[in-house]
């Protein structure tokens, strides 16, 4: 007998919305725009639970692929939050024309709950019985292991359900579901599919590994032809803040905040709260819908008591386990207790007339130059904000979605052609000793002796600060101490938050430490920069002392840097 799958739904939404079943905010604001849209009476889409519970009824009829319930040949039997999604996805249609509402799905949730069982029967139902004449599905990730991951439990679940292949005429290859007869398939497929494809339904796998938004792009532009298509991003958080599945996610909490409309893309993003203590065991509960059902809570206590001990671990267990998103999986910096440093109240042009350092990182001439402006607003207490600039052509490489929202946002300076236009920040620099009190500008000798010559011309006052072990190693340890007690307040700014994720510690036998970085797209310049002006207002003053001693290449920052 069938169960009443729009209860069920609405049931969960309302202990979420109550507090009664743990959530993080996201997944609260997705329950409240659910209820909300219910009442509105101006919007041209309804719910008509009906479609949502056939879509329930076909995963339900599934069999379960792996585990002890694959042993037992059980079917499927979904949890409350996945009605949820799935009355949601399904149940919502154009007044009007009767098409679903969304055409895009993100799932948000941390390993082993179930996701890509739940995607893979999702992508048997939109190839069999979604309505849809010739219908393509496809799997899509970075590399063929990947892309099996949603493939293989639905190629299992056709291959056991005997009754389903039956009905519908299909077939099921090595590396292909089909019904000959429509012409409909479900695929695999690997990196960017080219434009050939008109899939009815694209699941992209763990996109947070996916360095561009090529095959995504792709997937979905090929999507017009299809009257109601569905694009379903199942995936995990990461640790590659620049991607585009960040980007995503940004995108999907500013929509489930109301700050921007778009009433075709659903989002279900689970996780935790920026004041939640991850060390908390109840933490796991909130993070983890399909807690003590398929991952199992001393699992769970075991990797979180690991991660405790061992600070190596720490990384991978926020991502994996809690959805917290890290630049570096052993990022030296708490971004957690960065969020809290927020206030949506600080602005630039509040602090004019008043004191400040300037940080200067130059790097590379093709690649991000940073400047950083720290205000002193009290004992102990500072204030922040950068500007960054890149040459065009960085910013159009393909590798490099990341710079682009952000231009579009006005976050960053693009000057055109191959190399950064020094005149730019020059002009910068000039127009902020204008407004502010600029006591000194704090810089990397590299690349920097012209712009710095000509800014002392100027009358510029301008101190070197060597990329040394001695000169960083105090203001990194100050700045972690700043940010954990919320004295370094700042305004949002998603790139020097990305940076500062991304900054590692390099530390010797004196305990002395000094920022690294993972890997070369990991950029730290704002945080270099913003080190540098610390640097100078813990030792207000004084010139920086280089140790003729202090030359260990393995602590030096990289010109790319």
């Known amino acids: ?90 149940g919502w249609v154009h007044r009007d024309k009767g098409t679903r509402r969304f055409w ?23 190839m069999v019985a979604d309505g849809e004449y010739g219908a393509e599905v496809y799997s899509g990730a970075t590399t063929e292991k990947q892309s099996w991951e949603v493939f293989r439990p639905a190629r299992l679940m056709a291959l056991k359900n005997e009754p389903m292949k039956s009905h519908y005429g299909i077939g099921v290859g090595a ?16 990196g960017n599919p080219g434009d050939g494809a008109s899939p009815s339904c694209a699941i992209t796998d763990e996109y947070h590994e996916h360095q561009t938004d090529a095959l995504l792009d792709t997937m979905e532009t090929g999507m017009g032809a299809r009257e109601q298509p569905l694009s379903l991003i199942v995936t995990t958080a990461g640790d590659n803040i620049s991607g585009p599945c960040y980007m995503l996610q940004k995108s999907a909490e500013r929509i489930l905040a109301g700050q921007v409309k778009d009433d075709g893309f659903f ?45 190596r671990r720490q990384g991978t267990f926020k991502t994996k386990h809690l959805n917290v998103w890290v630049g570096a999986r052993d990022a030296y910096f708490n971004l957690q207790s960065w969020h809290k440093c927020l206030d949506k109240k600080l602005k630039l042009e509040d602090f004019k007339g008043q004191e400040c350092v300037i940080g200067l990182d130059l790097a590379s001439k093709v690649d991000i130059a ?38 579009r946002e006005g976050l960053l300076t693009v000057t055109d052609g191959d190399i950064i236009d020094f005149d730019y920040i020059h002009e910068d620099i000039m127009d902020l000793c204008s407004q502010f009190q600029v006591r000194e500008i ?19 006052p ?22 954990r007690a919320r004295q370094m307040a700042h305004n949002g700014d998603p790139i020097f938050a990305w940076m500062l994720s991304n900054v590692t510690a390099k530390e010797d036998r004196k305990d002395n430490v000094y920022p690294t970085k993972d890997r070369p797209e990991n950029k730290i310049d704002g945080v270099v920069a913003h080190l540098m002006a610390l640097a100078r207002w813990i030792v207000p003053g004084e010139q920086v002392i280089v140790s003729p001693w202090d030359t260990d290449k393995t602590f030096s920052i990289s010109p790319d840097e």
């Not at 072990?469 to 972690?480: A, I, Q, R, W, Y």
């Open 104 to 126: 895009r799905a993100l799932l948000l949730v941390p390993r082993k709950n179930g996701k890509s069982a739940l995607a893979a029967a999702i992508g048997l139902y939109m």
């Open 175 to 190: 590396k292909n579901i089909h019904v000959i007869e429509t012409g409909a398939r479900f695929e695999p497929i690997v």
């Open 370 to 407: 940073a400047l950083e402006i720290v205000f002193k607003t009290g004992h102990n207490r500072y204030a922040r904000f950068g500007r960054y600039y890149l040459p065009e052509a960085t910013v159009m490489d393909e590798s490099n979605e990341h710079y682009r929202a952000w231009q």
């Open 462 to 483: 301008c101190v070197e600060v060597r990329p040394t072990v001695l000169n960083f190693s105090e203001p990194m340890k100050t700045l972690d101490g700043y940010i």
């Open 267 to 311: 989002a279900l993003i689970y996780g935790i709260d920026p004041d939640d203590d991850w060390t908390d065991p109840a933490t796991l509960r909130k993070a983890n819908p399909n807690f003590g059902v398929s991952v199992f809570e001393d699992f769970l206590i075991g990797r979180q008591q690991e991660a405790i001990r061992d600070a």
């Open 1 to 90: 007998m069938s169960r009443d799958y729009a209860r069920i739904a609405d049931e969960y939404a309302q202990g979420v919305i109550s507090g009664a079943i743990p959530a993080c905010r996201q997944v609260i604001q997705a329950c409240e725009r659910h209820r909300d849209d219910l009442s509105r009476d101006d919007f041209p889409y309804v719910y008509e639970p009906d479609k949502g519970a056939r879509a329930c009824r076909f995963i339900e009829l599934q069999y379960h692929t792996k585990g002890k319930w694959a042993k037992l040949a059980e079917r499927i039997v979904m949890e409350p939050w996945q009605c949820f999604l799935i009355m949601s996805i399904f």
């Open 442 to 460: 704090a810089y990397d000798p590299h690349q920097a002796t012209m712009l710095v010559t000509s800014l002392m011309n100027d009358g510029v």
